[in-house]
């Protein structure tokens, strides 16, 4: 099975603020990765899917890059909608693996 | 495009539960429909899939008792769990995908508890 890693696990950081989050597959998935938004209580939401297509509908601050094993979703300027935990997940192949999470706080 | 979750509940180890996806704005025979589970303060875990032609797929944690279908006529998914254990209580959403492994929409959840 492939293996997803994520750091920073959780970052404290201020509206207004650049925020990197970091992916990495334990072999390479061309470009299958997706990344979601969770916030407290509800269900996840689809950001960017095939590394660095963004969601119709997902603002523009957000955006994702990487190919192989090493991806980043970028949040260009916090919002506070934006405090939430983020997964990224492997579409290369079953089992769809997902990521431990990052959580992004205050 | 909405999904709606329902067929959770308490149940005791070593049971079963059926739980259904109600999809409407689409037509499920016509996507990959997925099963993702989340365990009490823990992260995504993803459990099966049904491909848009019937191939089916499983997390090895599930596989031999778990049984994903979908059910055309009624544009519902369904998961069949038998012989549950404690390690799977958590909250079951269903997803929409667009390709296999993606899910663009989610239900809302419906929980599980295994226990005695």
């Known amino acids: 099975d492939i293996q997803m890693t994520q750091s920073p696990p959780s970052l404290s950081a201020s509206v207004g603020d650049r925020v990197t989050i970091t992916c990495r597959a334990s072999?390479?998935?061309?470009?299958?990765l997706n990344w979601y938004q969770q916030e407290a209580g509800k269900a996840p939401k689809l950001l960017i899917f095939?590394?660095?297509n963004l969601q119709p509908g997902v603002p523009s601050r957000f955006s994702g890059s990487g190919s192989g094993t090493d991806f980043t979703l970028t949040i260009s300027s916090l919002y506070p909608e934006d405090f939430a935990t983020y997964y990224c997940q492997q579409s290369f192949t079953t089992p769809f693996t997902f990521g431990p999470g990052t959580k992004v706080d205050i | 495009v909405q999904l709606v979750e329902s067929g959770g509940g308490l149940v005791q180890p070593g049971g079963s539960l059926r739980l259904s996806c109600a999809a409407s704005g689409f037509t499920v025979s016509g996507k990959y429909m997925s099963w993702v589970r989340q365990a009490p303060g823990k992260g995504l875990e993803w459990v099966s899939v049904i491909y848009s032609s019937g191939t089916t797929y499983y997390a090895d944690s599930v596989k031999g008792r778990f049984t994903i279908s979908r059910d055309n006529s009624k544009n519902t998914l369904h998961l069949q769990m038998n012989s549950l254990r404690g390690e799977d209580t958590a909250v079951y959403y269903c997803a929409r995908g667009a390709a296999a492994g993606l899910s663009d929409n989610w239900g809302q959840g419906t929980l599980v508890t295994v226990s005695s």
């Open positions: 072999q390479s998935i061309s470009n299958y």
């Open positions: 095939a590394a660095d």
